[in-house]
């Protein structure tokens, strides 16, 4: 299932080429370096991940975004792959739309979703929400999540957000609350597509006593302008969808 879901993403982000190159498309590609630590767990992760945004017709735009991650050790034996899909339209200084995603949850397990997302522009701050439902059939597990991030723009290269989110999980009939906030920073090197980034969240199940906390370091190459430019081109949207998915992945 999950593969049909990258292989229909990735028919569509071709057919989508054409219109995306008329207009020069907006996105990234980077690297991270993250820390899990969960009660006495604690694991290092990487991951290389990659968005593409560009109007397809009018105000609509398409985004699609993919990422490999892996724990410590050989990347055959322990990578992991998601993507996303989001199809939104920007009218008046507000985006609105929906998005589908698929992603690694556990050994041979798969978390589909699908959701709505809206971003409000103002001069110097962007507000996201989204709402999502997902289900891991081979876990049966189904997650509902709601989340919100403020974004402040000290410089249009230069972002400060916080975010928070809260999910219900129903795994096998038992019901479990999670509740996940963070905060992160980025900034572009004036002159260069470079910027450089961290964040740091925590996702706490009070049901069974657990807070999750992951730390993150990284780098991107940027393309079609600044960190301002690229949020309302639609290139950030990818930071809507995860929630209580990190509880599933440990992180990655």
């Given at each position: 299932m999950k593969t049909l879901f990258l292989a229909t993403a990735a028919v569509a982000a071709f057919a989508a080429a054409p219109a995306l190159a008329q207009t020069a498309p907006t996105g990234s590609i980077g690297a991270t370096w993250n820390q899990v630590e969960a009660d006495d767990f604690e694991a290092d992760?990487?991951?290389?991940d990659g968005v593409v945004a560009g109007p397809v017709k009018g105000d609509w735009t398409v985004t699609f975004g993919a990422k490999m991650a892996w724990d410590d050790g050989t990347i055959d034996d322990n990578k992991t792959f998601s993507?996303?899909?989001?199809?939104?339209r920007e009218f008046n200084g507000?985006?609105?739309g929906g998005f589908i995603a698929a992603s690694d949850a556990a050994p041979g397990a798969s978390l589909?979703?699908?959701g709505a997302?809206?971003?409000?522009?103002?001069d110097k701050a962007t507000l996201t929400g989204a709402v999502s439902y997902g289900t891991i059939n081979d876990l049966d597990a189904d997650l509902w999540s709601v989340g919100v991030d403020g974004g402040y723009y000290v410089l249009p290269n230069l972002r400060l957000n916080a975010n928070a989110a809260y999910s219900k999980i129903d795994v096998s009939g038992t019901d479990l609350d999670a509740y996940s906030y963070g905060a992160a920073a980025e900034y572009q090197i004036n002159g260069s597509p470079m910027s450089v980034f961290a964040s740091w969240d925590r996702t706490t199940l009070d049901d069974v006593d657990l807070d999750v906390d992951t730390l993150s370091l990284g780098v991107r190459f940027n393309f079609g302008g600044d960190l301002q430019q690229r949020e309302r081109a639609g290139a950030n949207l990818?930071?809507?969808?995860?929630?209580?998915a990190g509880i599933f992945a440990l992180g990655l």
């Open positions: 992760g990487y991951a290389i993507g996303q899909l989001h199809l939104t507000l985006r609105a589909l979703s699908a997302e809206v971003q409000k522009y103002f990818t930071r809507s969808v995860g929630g209580a």
